[in-house]
Antibody, heavy 120, light 107 residues
Framework: EVQLVQSGAEMKKPGESLKISCKASGYTFTNDWIAWVRQMPGKGLEWMGVIFPADSDTIYSPSFQGRVTISADKSTRTAFLQWGSVKASDSAMYFC?????????????WGQGTLVTVSS | DIQMTQSPSSVSASVGDRVTITCRASQSIDNYLNWYQQKPGKAPKLLIYAASSLQRGVPSRFSGSGSGTDFTLTISSLQPEDFATYYCQQSYSYPRSFGQGTKMEIK
């Protein structure tokens, strides 16, 4: 079974660093892109960026470029999303998703989500 | 960047109703259009890919159509478990983008 399992909820203070993870299983990790998607409370889905684990090629949304870093570790089949300094406005649910369907791709499956809360 | 616009933003319907949601892209995206269902507190779930292909395991009451800039998701006979929020998403180019969502509510 193809599965993405994300790390647990995080509570941080403004200015702290944060790294959340997404561990893949059930498929060849280096064959497909993994995307990160933000969902702020009560709002819609926002695409943040994507990484190709085979060579760590990364594409960011202009809205998130410079604010977050996406990385991947082939040896542990894990993708990461990190912040150097979080803000209250980073409080949201974050999902990872496999982008499959080469040539005409879609997101499936999705991780269960990681809730990030930033508050002083 | 490609903007995706869904309508309506919310719809009130009854079990057994036929419901259609539309999604419009700001430029042609051929058939690079996917539909997802999200229930409260859960991750989105893929329903339709490449505009009209039904994801394995998704009930046949769901269908998708369209090409170019205009797309539709139709539920032929609403079931209680279908009350959720639905999103379209384009995979034609980067950055990927989603519609703002359509919330399906019980009348």
């Amino acid at each position: 079974e193809v599965q993405l399992v994300q790390s647990g909820a995080e509570m941080k203070k403004p200015g702290e660093s944060l790294k959340i993870s997404c561990k893949a299983s059930g498929y060849t990790f280096t064959n497909d892109w993994i995307a990160w998607v933000r969902q702020m409370p009560g709002k819609g889905l926002e695409w943040m960026g994507v990484i190709f684990p085979a060579d760590s090629d990364t594409i960011y949304s202009p809205s998130f470029q410079g604010r977050v870093t996406i990385s991947a570790d082939k040896s542990t089949r894990t993708a990461f999303l990190q912040w150097g300094s979080v803000k209250a406005s980073d409080s949201a649910m974050y999902f990872c998703a496999r982008e499959s369907g080469h040539g005409n791709p879609w997101f499936d499956p999705w991780g269960q989500g990681t809730l990030v809360t930033v508050s002083s | 960047d490609i903007q995706m616009t869904q309508s309506p933003s919310s719809v009130s319907a009854s079990v057994g109703d036929r419901v259609t949601i539309t999604c419009r892209a700001s430029q042609s995206i051929d058939n690079y259009l996917n539909w997802y269902q999200q229930k409260p507190g859960k991750a989105p779930k893929l329903l339709i890919y490449a505009a009209s292909s039904l994801q394995r395991g998704v009930p046949s009451r769901f269908s998708g159509s369209g090409s170019g800039t205009d797309f539709t998701l139709t539920i032929s006979s609403l079931q209680p478990e279908d009350f959720a929020t639905y999103y379209c998403q384009q995979s034609y180019s980067y950055p990927r983008s989603f519609g703002q969502g359509t919330k399906m509510e019980i009348k």
